[in-house]
């Protein structure tokens, strides 16, 4: 039996104290505006980290790192961190951070300042995205992210829990809708898990859910991701009208709606909330001008 004693001690990661400080010390005050909740327990960073199933060689994007928290724990688990942050003085922060915490990985990390909504170039090639994302954001900056960087091949968000509850439902359910649709055009998506709201500091007034995805090639169509993507915006915007009638603006009338919905197999009675993402890819497909 091995000896207590000669286990290694997991490496420190930053707790509230440390939060806090690190905070009064920029002048930082969490922001709804930016959705800054900061995770305050190490324990829930090692659940993260290790609920990701990172490989030791692997390059990790991490959106919006904040003061630092998920960023340690990456860093102890991947070969590289590229951490995008949208806060200047956050940005700045974090190398010195990481040098205090984490002296021999410093090296180990890059910080790119912008927004993740408008990045289409990062340094390195990430394969993973782990990441704590501001609830009124994450679903655009993860559909940008993986528009924009097919070498992410997985990773692991935390969420509003509702709204991860809408990226992982599948046709049918009754949060099935815009999110579940586009994002099952890139990866395959599951629920993690559920984060409480005292791990937070500011805590929020709801609890977080983790989504993990792996990657997967998108249904074989002669649409492009933009004419599929314009279909299920159509068929949402009135979800509780008949595909006929949702997508008649589309189409360029009704007629044409059904039309292009029979070529696809779809029932033009049905709706858009019990198809799945290859359906809106052959209705796509039916409009789009067949080559000869």
Known sequence: MRDPQSVPAPEPLLGATEIRRLAEELGVRPTKT???????????????VAAANIDPA???????????????????????????EIDP????????TVAAFRPAKAGNLDVVLSDAMRVTELPGVPTA?????????????????????????????????????????????????VPSVKGAWYAQMRKAGVIGMNVFWPA????SGLVGFTRRVPPATQASRA?????????????RKTLRAALAGWA??????????????????????VLDIAAFARIAEAKVPQIV
């Open 34 to 48: 930016l959705g800054q909740n900061f995770v305050i327990d190490g324990n829930t960073i090692r659940r993260i």
């Open 58 to 84: 692997e390059t990790v994007l991490e959106v919006g790192p904040g003061l630092g928290s998920l960023t340690l724990g990456l860093l102890d688990a991947a070969a590289r961190v590229v951490a995008v």
């Open 89 to 96: 003085v956050l940005a700045a922060k974090l190398p010195e």
């Open 129 to 177: 995205l782990v990441a704590n994302l501001p609830y009124n954001v994450a679903v655009p900056v993860v559909l940008h992210l993986l528009e924009y960087f097919p070498s992410l091949r997985h990773g692991l968000v935390m969420v509003q829990d509702e709204v991860a509850d809408r990226m992982v439902a599948g046709p049918g359910s009754k949060t099935y809708g």
């Open 204 to 207: 929020p007034k709801i609890s």
């Open 227 to 239: 004419e599929v993507f314009a279909v299920i915006d159509a068929a949402f915007a009135q979800r």
């Open 252 to 273: 360029g009338g009704a007629a044409e709606a059904e039309r292009c919905l029979r070529e696809a197999g779809v029932d033009p009675a049905a709706r858009g909330e």
